[in-house]
């Protein structure tokens, strides 16, 4: 995708501008109600367009970014994006942006504190800049002193000289070639550690109790009416909530959804065109979005308790009557097939279609989705209908915050009078992945710098009776950066530049589970990866030191890894989904206490080794020793057009 960035020269941290650089970067680039956001974005007169800091101890920049539209120059952004900086120098942006930006960075400030990674970050990036605690605590303070005239002279003094442009291009590359170094195989077999490391694993600590959800006290599940339920969990740190409407319908039971959200993220109500229904979001500290999965739609607010009423009736309003233009849908239409030819060129997207295609085929979703000539005969009246029908269909409401339940029950109520009753949901489409008898590759060429390798086979059904076998898989197997793939494949043998495996259970009891490969290596590493990694999946290397490592690393995982009040709701959901009517955790808990090597063993040995697989490769045709590669199955190069719709 071609793309132009604008950088311009500012100032390193604890300057005494930087707040109102940081400032100036939301009233350009909020993601809600900016200038770039309402007048580029929303507007549709780019393809998408943002803006973004960055601080260090030495140095500081101010970037604007922006990708054009079909028949649009990267020069015609540029100018645009310079455009919004000159509108920022003359003071065109209302008086209650600040504020609502303020607002905005208290509220984050409040989300972001709500987890101990991201204390010990704040932490640990004032110490690494060396910035005064009293001082990194106190910027929030600091911005509230500052004027409208501040914000303006800041501009003027940093965005009047000279910038630099880049322009991203597309057009042929020939990436370098890297030649394979040389080195010595470290052993990676043994567990080594630093006379500290022993010290420490050394000092003796009593066990921390595992923590598990229990209804009644971690939350509360009620009925609204006939087809609506309520989830309720405590918000105990802040006055911050989260409210999300769910339905069991995605993109596969109805092609046209996600389009009907593109359109939505441009409309706006009877009363508030688009950008003024983006300026009341973002007035009252609240964010709306919608999203749509394969299964599964979400409507979603966030905000402050204290504007939950006016959040969700503007939802509502918003959601059941959604106003838009037919001019808006024809540069949104423009705007989709532009991104769909763009990803042909993307390999990110290549890869995924590539992977998508080896699994389903021509069930794929990137071959079922809308034909370009779908899209063009879509109405904007039955998109907007398509979303305001949602209401009328079965769903559950989470909601987590610090309104008591009965309030919060009493408020949602009020949007369900009595009325016929709900629809249910449609059939769910189900995708089975495919089982071949013999192991399949796919390859695509694309030139670039490394090769992309999936390895993957389907493995029956979900079941709760896996789940010990799946964790010990995952945790020897895996295991990050000391699980035996990464260690072996990156470690010893420096053949990835990334690369992870594991054995994925879907969330529900429908969709079956997924044993997953992956790697990223030079192309001409490419046959020697791929075998390698196979080698492991067959052949896996057996260490009791190894295995009593992976039970001590997951029993410290259900020991302090608690669930966040904020995660309860939806991890409920998920066991609901999966016909657990309790937390799981506690009885899995219990089985890692007692697991023994050989049950990891013999769900290798039977689950594992000696299946077909599908195995998807992108890479540079001249570079990769396909002739190698053949040994493991039967290669079949694809186009273009076979994984993507027109």
Known sequence: MEVVYVGFSTQPLAHEDVEALKLIDMILD??????????????????????FPLFRKFAGAQY????????????????LLLEQVDILKRGEFGDWLIPAILADFKKNEKLALESNRARVGKLSNAFRSELDWPYVIDEISRMEALTREDIIRVANKYFDGPHLTVYRRDGEFEPPKVPKPMFDQPDVQAFHSSAYGREVLSKKAAPIAPDFVEAGKDF?????????????????VNDLFSLSMGFEMGHLENRKLAMAGSLLDKAGTKDLSPEALKRAWYAQGSEFSFSVEDHHTSISING????????LQLMQEFVREPVSSGEVLDNLKAIILKQRDDAKKDIRSVYLALRNYQRFQEDSPFLTRLTRDEILALQQDELLDLVASLPTYEHNYFYTGALPLEE???????????????????QRKMQDIREPEQTEIAFFHKESAQARIRIEFADGRYSEDDRLEVELFNDYFSGGMSGIVFQELRESRALAYSVGAFYLQPSNLWDEN????????QPDKAAEALAAFLDLFENMPQSEDRFQNTLRSLENQYRVSKINFRGIL???????????????????????????????????????????????????????DLSSIEQFGQIR???????FLD
């Open 30 to 51: 909020n993601a809600q109600a900016g200038l770039i956001n309402l007048n580029l974005n929303q507007k549709q007169r780019v393809l998408q367009a943002g803006s």
């Open 64 to 79: 604007l970014y922006g990708s054009p539209k079909e028949g649009q120059t990267l020069e015609e952004v540029e100018e």
């Open 220 to 236: 509360q599940v009620v009925t609204i009416r006939d087809g609506i339920r309520l989830f309720y969990s405590k918000n105990p």
């Open 304 to 311: 402050l308790d204290e504007n939950f009423q006016e959040a």
């Open 408 to 426: 919060v029950q009493k408020t949602i109520a009020q949007y369900y009078p009595s009325a016929p009753g709900l629809k249910g949901p449609p």
């Open 514 to 521: 997924l044993v997953i490969g992956d790697i990223a290596t």
């Open 570 to 624: 939806g991890a409920v959901r998920s066991w609901e989904q999966l016909g657990l009517e309790a937390d799981p955790r506690r009885k899995r808990f219990e089985g890692i206490l007692t697991a023994e090597f050989p049950t990891l063993l013999d769900f290798q040995r039977k689950r594992i080794a000696e299946r077909p697989r599908l195995i998807s490769i992108v890479g540079p045709r001249d570079r990769i």
């Open 637 to 643: 190069e694809v186009t273009v057009e076979d994984i």
